[in-house]
């Protein structure tokens, strides 16, 4: 390993700063010295948010989708996929049920679907938190108006991953919608008290390593309080059928540079790691991932939520339980708190005793 990297990577352990031009080697590390990155990476996980692993229980709640984003086998024009849409008594029993098993956060997610209007939401929502949990959304773009009733409703947190920070990219892989209003709608989750997550795809086809650095530097330049970092996985009914996979080693370099960078946040080691790669989840936590988002829809909605191929299969029976028996075999332990993220300057939140430092 070369003195340069040794230093670069000392360093942002430290200051949490790192210029494109830095992390761009750290993306490229292999052998030694990505070991090294890993490492480095797993420090400072432990240092800031500690050796909890926050599990988030999520519900797909629909498929219908009005965007056509390249990748996603939602899109609309996708006519392969069998449409469903839970009743918002179905989402409720179904939130209950995971309570039941533990999940101190639920996250709602759907395609961007305005059948269910914040109103028809916010009931859901308020049903939810009268158990005591977390509630985060995943549901897309939305009016402002609508962001404010859902967060009045009591929603928590809110996902909306930018995907790529690279504007001419974003532009060409969602058709009809726009790069700026996105990162405006980013914002205005900010400005309502949201706990914000985002996040991007590793491996899409026209990225490099250097889009890459400036997905990081956005995470950072936004202070997300979440970020999903996932390897892009072709779904043969679009477009991008024919395209390779993101790449595991890829993703996992990009998450540990995430943690250097946003040393607070709350990073999954995602599905789509785990359906690339079956020790995906593990390698996750030791490379920086703090959070694990186990799937609560049931059949048959389940197998109908295919983002990319692999997302539907049938969960073994004891899924619940691997996940907690998981994140034992790495030497962390679960959450007992509904872990919301803490970032430094702020004062924590009531009734979070999640310890972070910094
Ligand atoms: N409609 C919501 C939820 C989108 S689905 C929204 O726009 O936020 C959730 C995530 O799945 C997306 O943010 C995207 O990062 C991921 N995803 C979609 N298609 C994918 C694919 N082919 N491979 C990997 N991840 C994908």
Known sequence: MEDSFRAILSRAAQTHRLTAAEIIPLLAARGEAEQALF?????????????????????????????????????????????????????????????????????????????????????????????????????GERKKSEYRDLKLAGADRFLLKQETADPELYARLHPGQSYHHRVECL????????????????????????????DLLFLQAK????????????HPDTPLGGCRPGDVG?????LAVARLLIPWAHLP???????????????????????IMPDLTPPPYHD??????GKGAPLPTD??????????????RVAATVGHSVKPGQIKRHGDRSAVQG
């Not at 789509?272 to 991932?289: I, M, P, Y």
Request: charged letters at 20%.
């Open 39 to 139: 490492a480095a990476a797993d420090a400072v996980r432990a240092k800031w948010v500690g050796d909890d692993v926050h599990l988030r229980g999520l519900i797909e709640f629909s498929n219908y989708c009005h965007n056509d984003c390249l990748y996603c086998g939602l899109r609309r024009s996708n006519g392969r996929t069998r449409r469903y849409r839970m009743e918002p008594a179905d989402i409720v029993a179904v939130a209950k049920a995971g309570v039941n098993l533990g999940y101190r956060t639920i996250v709602l997610q759907s395609g961007d679907d305005p059948w269910y209007t914040s109103a028809v939401l916010a009931q859901v929502v308020e049903e939810i938190k009268k158990l005591g949990v977390a509630v985060t959304l995943s549901i």
């Open 319 to 332: 899924y619940h339980a691997a996940v907690r028996k998981l994140v034992a075999r790495v030497g962390r």
């Open 223 to 234: 202070a997300v309080d979440m970020a999903g970092i996932g390897p892009f996985i072709p």
């Open 269 to 291: 080691a995602t599905t789509a790691l785990a359906t690339l790669d079956s020790e995906g989840r593990e390698k996750g936590l030791r490379s920086g991932a703090n959070v």
């Open 250 to 254: 890829l993703t996992l370099r990009v």
């Open 187 to 214: 914002e205005w989750l900010a400005e309502l008290g949201y706990q914000v997550g985002s996040g991007n795809m590793v491996g899409l086809p026209g990225q490099s390593l250097a889009t890459l650095a400036e």
């Open 304 to 309: 109908a939520y295919e983002i990319y191929p």
